[in-house]
């Protein structure tokens, strides 16, 4: 008598979501339900000399497969398992060749650095002149183009580096570069090509069903205003070299991942090929995504958000700088916030996106520029905790020695305006500047831990302009409840929380 083997385990259903920042590319993975069964990140190259921010497509790429792999290994999943991939990233110009090679955008000439990074202010003149055009496209965009956007970028170069203009032979933001490299497939992503590039998303609302929306033709550039900014030699090839088509994001690319980019040695990802790929979205989007259409933990009986409940809500997604995202089923022209954006976030709702150009940043460096930074550095290592516990622990330490009723009463006499990289909303000033009041010959623990919550505190109020200035122009945006109002051992986003509501 036989019986019957057992059938085979079933394969698991892994999704990998591949997310570069300013700083580092990190890889996570997740089963059906949404649960994180792994992640890794690998830092990446950047160069920085005065306005101009530039980094490698070909060491982001290496640390995108470093990372994935550590991550597989961390989290004991293997290639196979891997049934769709997705690529987040920074709204970054790329520049690369007929063969897909890099062209430099750099004054040293150095082909490694082929990418503008989205924080490079190097195209402020040329955003202005782009702004004097009074271009309808402008509407757009809260009424004026930022030097952190892509047509600026393009006229810097065409203007200033003649050679790599006539070379390039595709511009595109990082992730859809992610995306090209996977797959071959060089359809743009209506989040990029609309938040960055005036490609104007709305020419397309009736092709919003799952056959229409596939490799749609490039029905949203206003060729008028490429000529007249003066780089109209983008429009040849039905926009060859920005766009030809494009897609909703998730729309599955080409024939998935290239045997190429998926092989297992060497450098690569480590996955099958044919793997899905989906459009890409910028880094901030993808985290708006998420958040937007979340259920509130404190409202367990919930099993979907409403259409109107997301219209309340504002994303804030917090790294380097800040992005401020809210939506509307009608479109609002808000000056000096970028939008709206018709679908480049959430399907069919029209995208306000504000935002702070230094946060994260402007707190790293108003503390590692502080003469008793690296003492508190030790002293932190030392502890295993993070500068910023410390520092706030200093702080709850000065509130009660001085009988301060509380924690934001302790910077009356400091103040800081954190506008140290422009401000990009609600006044849209590149050139803006940022400014510290009320320091002293004090050098100690005690002041600099003063100074960075009077920091969070400028942040904070700047976070409080942008909803106000939205709110004011149509949104709605309700604040948070104020019952967490946070702890003091809480990490410095908990504290800015807390700080936002002093500020009401």
């Known amino acids: ?26 890889a996570g993975l997740f089963d059906n339900d949404g649960r994180l069964l792994g992640s890794a990140s690998s830092p990446i190259q950047i160069w920085k000399e005065g306005d101009c921010v530039e980094q ?186 920005i766009g030809r088509s494009v897609a909703f994001p998730g729309h599955a690319l080409g024939s998935g991942l290239t045997p190429d980019a998926a092989k297992a040695r060497n450098l690569e990802l480590g996955l099958v090929a044919g793997t899905p790929v989906g459009t890409s979205l910028i880094d901030a989007h993808a985290g708006g995504v ?61 995208l306000t996106e504000g935002g702070q150009s230094a946060t994260g940043a402007l707190l790293d460096y108003i503390i590692e520029n502080h003469v008793a930074s690296p003492r508190l550095a030790n002293r932190a290592a030392s502890r295993s905790i993070s500068i910023f516990e410390l520092l706030n622990e200093i702080l709850e330490s000065v509130k009660q020695e001085v009988g301060s009723p509380f924690l934001a009463a302790l910077t009356t006499d400091i103040h800081v305006l954190p506008d140290f990289h422009g401000n990009r909303s609600p006044i849209a000033d590149p050139i803006s500047k940022g400014v510290i009041c009320g320091l002293t010959l004090d050098t100690s623990e005690k002041q600099l831990a003063l100074l960075y919550l009077a920091t969070v505190q400028g942040i904070a109020y700047g976070t409080r302009h942008i909803v106000e200035h939205c709110n004011a122009h149509g949104h709605k945006v309700k604040y948070p409840c104020r019952h967490d109002m946070g702890h003091v051992s809480d990490p410095p986003e908990k504290i800015w929380t807390l700080l936002f509501h002093t500020t009401k």
Not at 111 to 129: C, G, P, S
Request: net charge negative.
């Open 290 to 350: 998420g958040v937007m259409e979340s259920v509130p933990v404190a409202d367990p009986e919930s099993k979907e958000v409403d259409d109107e409940a997301i219209c309340h809500r504002m994303v804030l997604v917090c790294g380097t700088s800040t992005c401020h995202m809210a939506i509307s089923k009608t479109k609002l022209f808000i000056p000096g916030v970028w939008g709206p954006f018709w679908s480049a976030m959430v399907p069919q709702y029209w």
């Open 1 to 26: 008598m036989t019986t019957a083997a057992p059938p085979p385990p079933s394969r698991r259903s892994i999704s990998l979501g591949v997310d570069v920042g300013t700083g580092s590319a990190r």
């Open 56 to 241: 490698s497509s070909t060491d982001i790429w290496l640390a995108i497969c470093t990372a994935v792999k550590a991550a597989c290994s961390l989290a004991n999943i293997s290639g196979d398992e891997v049934t769709s991939l997705g690529f987040a990233a920074t709204c970054s110009l790329v520049a690369v060749d007929y063969d897909g090679e890099p062209v430099t955008v750099s004054w040293s000439g150095d082909t490694r650095r082929n990418i503008i990074v989205w924080m490079d202010h190097r195209a402020v003149k040329q955003a202005e002149r782009i702004n004097s055009s009074k271009s309808p496209v402008l509407e757009y965009c809260g009424g004026a183009v930022s030097p952190e956007m892509e047509p600026p970028k393009l006229l810097w170069v065409k203007e200033n580096l003649p050679e790599s203009w006539s070379m390039a032979f595709r511009w595109m933001d990082l992730s859809d570069w992610l995306s090209f490299r996977a797959t071959g497939d060089d359809t743009r992503s209506l989040c990029t090509t609309v938040c960055k590039w005036t490609y104007l998303g709305h020419a397309h609302m009736q092709q919003t069903n799952e056959i229409d929306s596939r490799d749609m033709e490039a029905l949203g550039w206003d060729d008028d205003f490429w000529e007249e900014i003066g780089l109209g030699d983008l429009v040849d090839g039905h926009h060859s070299k």
